[in-house]
């Protein structure tokens, strides 16, 4: 009774945003202003713009925090990614990594 106690108060103290995960669908209705860039679904038909269709979601959600915090440099990115919230850039990451992409890695 006691061990269930304290586990259950540890969990309480926990920040329920550890427990956050990203809405694709929220993520997709988000993607709006990244379009111009990146394309619909994340592929960019400009080479110059990264696809962001298949990335991993991990990765997806540190660059747009570092665009954030400044640690990435990017006029334009630093622009959109700066207003974003914790969850906008979870279900963005979601959404983009719900997307056929990353198939072939090699170098050509």
């Known amino acids: 009774m006691i061990?269930?106690?304290?586990?259950?108060?540890?969990?309480?103290?926990?920040?329920?945003?550890?427990?956050?995960?990203?809405d694709p669908a929220a993520g997709k209705q988000k993607s709006a202003v990244c379009q111009?860039?990146?394309?619909?679904?994340?592929?960019s038909v400009d080479p110059s713009y990264p696809n962001l269709a298949g990335q991993h979601a991990s990765y997806l959600?540190?660059?747009?925090?570092?665009?954030?915090?400044?640690?990435?440099e990017?006029?334009?990115?630093?622009?959109f990614a700066g207003?974003?919230?914790?969850?906008?850039?979870k279900d963005?990451?979601?959404w983009y990594?719900?997307?056929?992409?990353?198939k072939d890695l090699?170098?050509?």
């Open 74 to 79: 990017n006029v334009i990115m630093a622009g």
């Open 36 to 43: 111009a860039c990146h394309g619909l679904d994340g592929k």
């Open 83 to 89: 207003p974003l919230t914790d969850q906008d850039i």
């Open 3 to 22: 061990k269930n106690t304290i586990l259950l108060l540890a969990l309480i103290c926990l920040p329920f945003t550890a427990f956050a995960k990203g």
């Open 106 to 108: 090699s170098i050509k």
């Open 92 to 94: 963005l990451a979601a």
């Open 61 to 72: 959600q540190k660059a747009l925090a570092d665009y954030r915090a400044g640690r990435r």
């Open 97 to 102: 990594s719900s997307q056929e992409g990353l």
